[in-house]
């Protein structure tokens, strides 16, 4: 599964959890810009990829938030809710997708955050492995170039400059 479709599949999954009513990949501070949000509301963010062996392992934030009431009465339960969804939506992946694993432990880590809306909320920080399926780049060896100062370089077969360099005119360079 590739970058995309692993954020994508986390979203979908979140988007159908009963307690989510908005659900994207992004950024969760695009709530700033957005004044017609329908909380409580999912996003994935991506951090890094790390490919181990045979796999991609796929570093992500997963942020749940939902509005506070004025007097901040209900951020615990807001929170509670949160931290609950996340690991609901945790489970699911673990339990039902055929291409994602959960790398290694977790920590959900409620919060309180103003955007567009005072809001609390959770997020964790999770790490989710994949078989690394994504093939070679294939390629002809003739067609390798580089330009470098202004000249157009094939390169050897190990894709590097050769000490004596070839122009694609046939002369030598050095």
Same mark, same amino acid.
């Given at each position: 599964?590739? #970058?995309?479709?692993?954020?994508?599949?986390?979203?979908? +999954?979140?988007?159908?959890?009963?307690?989510?009513?908005? %659900?994207? +990949? /992004?950024?969760?501070?695009?709530?700033?810009?957005?004044?017609?949000?329908?909380?409580?509301?999912?996003?994935?963010? @991506?951090?890094?990829?790390?490919?181990?062996?045979? %796999?991609?392992?796929?570093? *992500?934030?997963?942020?749940?938030?939902?509005?506070?009431?004025?007097?901040?009465? &209900?951020?615990?339960?807001?929170?509670?809710?949160?931290?609950?969804?996340?690991?609901?939506?945790? &489970?699911?992946?673990?339990?039902?997708?055929? %291409?994602?694993?959960?790398?290694? &432990?977790?920590?959900?880590?409620?919060?309180?955050?103003?955007?567009?809306?005072? *809001?609390? /909320?959770?997020?964790?920080?999770?790490? #989710?492995? %994949?078989?690394? @399926?994504?093939?070679? *780049?294939t390629f002809s060896d003739d067609k390798?170039?580089?330009?470098?100062? /202004?000249?157009?370089?094939?390169? @050897?077969?190990?894709?590097?400059?050769?000490?004596?360099?070839?122009?694609? @005119? /046939?002369?030598?360079?050095?």
């Open positions: 599964m590739n #970058l995309q479709n692993t954020l994508e599949y986390i979203a979908s +999954v979140a988007q159908n959890h009963p307690l989510i009513n908005s %659900s994207y +990949v /992004g950024s969760i501070y695009d709530l700033n810009s957005n004044t017609n949000t329908k909380y409580a509301v999912f996003a994935v963010e @991506d951090i890094d990829v790390t490919k181990q062996n045979n %796999s991609l392992i796929y570093n *992500c934030y997963l942020y749940v938030v939902d509005r506070v009431m004025n007097d901040e009465s &209900n951020t615990t339960a807001v929170q509670t809710m949160a931290v609950n969804t996340l690991q609901e939506i945790i &489970n699911y992946i673990e339990g039902y997708s055929q %291409s994602l694993s959960v790398y290694s &432990n977790y920590v959900i880590t409620p919060v309180r955050q103003k955007f567009s809306d005072e *809001c609390a /909320g959770a997020y964790v920080q999770l790490r #989710l492995v %994949s078989q690394n @399926d994504i093939g070679e *780049c390798v170039v580089e330009i470098f100062q /202004g000249k157009t370089y094939l390169l @050897d077969n190990y894709f590097t400059k050769s000490e004596t360099l070839t122009l694609l @005119d /046939g002369k030598q360079d050095t």
